[in-house]
């Protein structure tokens, strides 16, 4: 009886032993018919992206298989970590081995703002910031992001680029870790693609209504300083102080004068400034054929159609303004006239801008036509002063609420 116990027994084990065998041949021949990268590719929410320019803005669209919660992602990760959910753009300069990821998402201002980091190729933080952004999303499966280049440290230039996305259950270690990369999805999925951004340039400006102007609105502590009769050899050095003083400002130029000076009529707006008309030679009353003129050179010079327009010496009559009008331009005189072609120096030029600009107000000044080194000297002072009183310095176009056209160049 005990002989046939044991027997027992051990054919139990054997048939134990079978059914174990069969099973793990199971699993193993599963495992030879599904690819390994199946469920990685079937979990992947990316499925498109695509980048391109508009104006100023650079623009990226992702589409993803499910909805994706903006709320849980997070715009300034830890790239090496493996509990940090992210959906970003990686930007890496052709030739360099810094990647500049742009991440969407945050708790907070989420469709407001992105996150940039600078990393090294593996992933190491540089360096990490916010900047102002549009986040939309188009529907569930659609996003569209769209911020300045500039601000994300993005110059004119060729990129490889993707779009990555991390899971966040990714945990180094424990009875659940997993490879990093088995959490990161990418698109394009096997290799970057390439994208040429490029440089940005004004080519013209909203607002050319004809309208009659002295000054801006009053509410705001803006203030616009403008530039007329140049550009001359004076033009330089005028700039080199706006470019220093990190302000800006808005040159009437003539056209002859642009003629003479391509160079410095170009650097004007290189450096951010805005260009208007002035007339073609500085007559008096010009004639509409004396305004077309000098719009046809500025265009011409510098690829941008002025939308203001100044009257040699401040005069209008209902002709010339009708002319101003037809010709799509705004004509703008000013409320602050520092008198700096009666040559008072530099001193009485800074006293007069900081003693009598208010909110809104224009200040005429000059940079051609004659000797302005008292200009060049008060200059620096000058904005020292306003912003000291706690005024912004601005354009005309943006003191009156124009908005100013930019292309991307021609490649």
């Not at 703002?113 to 600078?118: D, Q, T």
């Not at 220093?244 to 160079?263: D, E, H, I, N, R």
Request: glycine letters at 10%; charged letters at 20%.
């Amino acid at each position: 009886m005990a002989g046939s116990t044991g027997t027992f027994r051990s054919r139990n084990r054997v048939r134990q032993q079978f059914a174990l065998l069969a099973f793990f041949l199971l699993i193993a021949g599963l495992a030879i018919i599904i690819p390994s990268n199946a469920t990685s590719a079937a979990q992947n929410p990316i499925q498109s992206g695509k980048l391109t320019q508009k104006g100023r803005s650079l623009i990226v669209q992702v589409s993803t298989s499910h909805e994706i919660n903006m709320n849980r992602l997070d715009r300034r990760p830890e790239f090496t970590g493996g509990n940090h959910r992210y959906l970003c753009l990686q930007m890496n300069p052709r030739g360099g081995t810094t990647i500049i990821r742009i991440c969407l998402g945050g708790r907070t201002r989420t469709y407001r703002v992105l996150g940039v980091s600078r990393t090294s190729e593996s992933g190491t933080v540089r360096s990490s910031k916010v900047i102002r952004a549009e986040v939309k999303k188009v529907n569930d499966l659609k996003l569209v992001a769209t911020f300045d280049p500039r601000d994300a440290g993005l110059p004119p230039g060729r990129y490889a680029w993707r779009i990555s996305h991390h899971s966040g259950q990714c945990p180094k270690s424990g009875p659940m870790a997993k490879p990093l990369a088995d959490c990161l999805s990418y698109f394009p999925a096997k290799r970057r693609a390439l994208y040429d951004l490029r440089p940005v340039i004004a080519v013209g400006c909203t607002g050319g209504n004809g309208q009659f102007v002295t000054h801006g609105p009053r509410g705001r502590k803006r203030v616009a300083l403008t530039f007329d009769d140049g550009p001359s050899s004076y033009t330089p050095e005028i700039l080199r102080i706006l470019r220093w003083k990190k302000a800006k400002a808005t040159f009437f130029m003539l056209g002859q004068q642009v003629a003479s000076y391509p160079s410095y009529a170009r650097r004007v707006l290189a450096l951010g400034n805005e260009i208007a008309n002035h007339s073609y030679d500085h007559d008096l009353l010009p004639s509409s054929s004396n305004i077309r003129h000098a719009t046809r050179t500025i265009r011409r010079v510098t690829g941008f159609k002025p939308c203001l327009f100044r009257p040699p010496y401040g005069a209008v009559n209902s002709s010339l303004l009708r002319s101003v009008g037809e010709a799509d331009m705004k004509t703008v005189n000013w409320d602050v006239d520092t008198n700096d072609w009666k040559l008072p120096g530099a001193a009485s030029i800074v006293s007069t801008v900081i003693h009598r600009v208010s909110p809104g107000s224009i200040v005429l000044m000059h940079d051609g036509g004659g000797p302005r080194g008292g200009t060049v000297d008060a200059l620096a002072s000058e904005i020292r002063g306003l912003r000291r009183r706690g005024y912004k310095l601005v354009t005309v176009s943006e003191l009156l609420g124009n908005r100013v056209i930019y292309r991307p160049a021609l490649r």
